[in-house]
Structures are given as structure tokens and as C-alpha cells.
């Protein structure tokens, strides 16, 4: 009887392991045409649940956002990647620090 208690306990363990979610970011990429030769590059992120993903500027701690391009001779990147969503700033007592982040949706553009 133990032996089956133990062997369900474990199934049900291994069964919520599963069910955790594996990417809870759905990323998109699109580009928008802005003048003659100008586009923005519009890289989306939509989360599930109360997931969320830090600001580029996340505060001191966590691991921010960050992009990195591949040098192109054709493709000159202008400025910094602006951040389009609702930011949340919030007291993060492990990290000691105020903390932005984003949550549902962000969208970085860069132009």
C-alpha cells in the first residue's frame, strides 16, 4: 500500500512538473517603413499570465532586456531601442532595488 501511495505521489509530481509553462513570451517581428530608407524594427513580446520581462533599464539586480544586432554594411541602426507598454515600477527587497518591468505586453522599437 505505501509503495503505491509513493508511486501516485510521484506521478502526480511529475505531471505538474510538466504542466509548467515552457515559454511564457510569444515573441513577433515586423517592420514598419517611416521616410525613404527609414523603417522601425517592432519586436513584440506578449506574456502569459503574471509573467513579466524587465525594462533594458531593469535596476540594479536582475538581468535587464537586451538586444544585440549583427553588424550589416547595408543597415545603420539610429538611437537607442525605445520601450512601448505599460511600465511597472516596484520594490524588489532581494534585490534592494526599484525595478521596472513590463507585463502582458511590450513592444521594443528600433529605428
Given amino acids: 500500500m505505501k509503495k503505491i501511495i509513493l508511486f501516485l505521489l510521484v506521478v502526480v509530481f511529475v505531471i505538474n512538473a510538466n504542466a509548467q509553462i515552457e515559454n511564457?513570451?510569444?515573441?513577433?517581428?515586423?517592420?514598419?517603413?517611416?521616410s525613404d530608407g527609414k523603417y522601425e524594427l517592432h519586436m513584440t513580446a506578449i506574456l502569459e499570465g503574471k509573467?513579466?520581462?524587465?525594462?533594458?533599464?531593469?535596476?540594479?539586480?536582475?538581468?535587464?532586456?537586451?538586444?544585440?544586432?549583427?553588424k550589416n554594411p547595408v543597415?545603420?541602426?539610429?538611437?537607442?531601442?525605445?520601450e512601448v507598454?505599460?511600465?511597472?515600477?516596484?520594490?524588489?527587497k532581494n534585490f534592494k532595488s526599484i525595478l521596472?518591468?513590463?507585463?502582458?505586453?511590450v513592444d521594443?522599437?528600433?529605428k
Fill in 24 to 34: 511564457p513570451v510569444k515573441w513577433t517581428y515586423t517592420s514598419k517603413k517611416i
Fill in 51 to 70: 509573467w513579466h520581462i524587465y525594462s533594458q533599464q531593469a535596476g540594479e539586480g536582475p538581468v535587464a532586456t537586451e538586444f544585440k544586432f549583427d
Fill in 75 to 82: 543597415l545603420k541602426t539610429e538611437g537607442s531601442i525605445a
Fill in 85 to 92: 507598454g505599460k511600465i511597472n515600477k516596484e520594490y524588489d
Fill in 100 to 105: 521596472k518591468f513590463y507585463g502582458n505586453k
Fill in 108 to 110: 521594443f522599437v528600433q
